[in-house]
């Protein structure tokens, strides 16, 4: 037990790499076969796509922040988002395009509620970009709530001139913006989820579809909360009920998440 609680000290929340705990015991020389082997290797690193095909079939779009922080006097960089800040035009990178299931409605007339704070934004982007593309085309679209977060409006707020365009020309019809850092009370995404309850199960009555992006550790778990609350007050239901209502609309893919930790 002391064992590992010198180990989780050292190595775990001091965030040490191999190299690090080499530079540290400079007398400890492995063979580098040897360490090569040992060497766990590089998982790929999943983004979702920012942009649509219909705006430009050739060019695909993703939103990343650059990870970097302090432990001591080490600082500690994020390994694939630095790799990409330094591609330069012309680089040649390996990438794929992994299948996924969080994509628009097939009817553009349905509504759509979409929960993206930060770069959870990134795939809202794309559907914006197509739901432009069909209402220029001549077809009908639905109306679109976006809730957007970040911590401040003059920090982070990314894709601003884009997401106001967008509010403009009616693609968007209502727009929630939660900054964490710009008041004296911090505000969220499922602060204002649960002042919008009432358009927003409206919405769903009228067959909108979901979509939350970002954190999973708690705005995706916040924001499904508030919709419980929300089926609960404003749809009449139990507890119980709130929660099969719930997965239906997860069944029916209505309730979509793609989030991480």
């Known amino acids: 037990m002391l064992i590992f609680r010198e180990y989780t000290s050292f190595i775990g929340k001091e965030r040490r790499s191999i190299v690090n705990i080499l530079e540290i015991f400079n007398t400890c020389k492995p063979p580098i076969d040897l360490l090569l082997e040992l060497l766990p290797r590089l998982q790929p690193r999943y983004y979702s796509i920012s942009s649509s095909p219909k705006l430009n079939e050739n060019i695909i779009s993703i939103t990343v922040i650059l990870t970097k922080y302090s432990i001591g006097d080490r600082l500690i960089k994020g390994v694939c988002t630095h790799y990409l800040s330094n591609l330069k035009a012309g680089d040649r990178t390996p990438i794929f395009v992994r299948k996924s299931t969080f994509r628009l409605p097939t009817r553009p007339?349905?509504?759509?509620?979409?929960?993206?704070?930060?770069?959870?934004?990134?795939?809202?982007?794309?559907?914006?970009?197509?739901?432009?593309?069909?209402?220029?085309?001549?077809?009908?679209?639905?109306?679109?709530?976006?809730?957007?977060?970040?911590?401040?409006?003059?920090?982070?707020?990314?894709?601003?001139?884009?997401?106001?365009?967008?509010?403009?020309?009616?693609?968007?019809?209502d727009l929630a913006l939660a900054f964490s850092r710009f008041q004296d009370t911090k505000v969220y995404v499922q602060h204002l989820i649960w002042e919008k309850r009432k358009l927003l199960w409206d919405l769903i009555q009228n067959n909108a579809n979901i979509y939350v992006c970002g954190d999973a550790r708690n705005m995706a778990r916040d924001v499904q909360n508030t919709f419980l609350k929300v089926f609960q007050q404003i749809g009449g239901m139990d507890v119980e009920a709130s929660q099969k209502f719930f997965k239906d609309l997860e069944r029916q893919r209505r309730y979509q998440a793609d989030v991480w930790s």
């Open 109 to 173: 007339q349905y509504p759509l509620i979409m929960i993206g704070p930060g770069t959870g934004f990134a795939p809202f982007r794309g559907f914006l970009q197509e739901r432009s593309w069909q209402k220029s085309k001549g077809k009908q679209i639905g109306s679109i709530v976006l809730f957007y977060g970040c911590r401040h409006p003059e920090h982070d707020y990314i894709y601003q001139e884009e997401i106001l365009k967008y509010k403009n020309d009616g693609i968007i019809t």
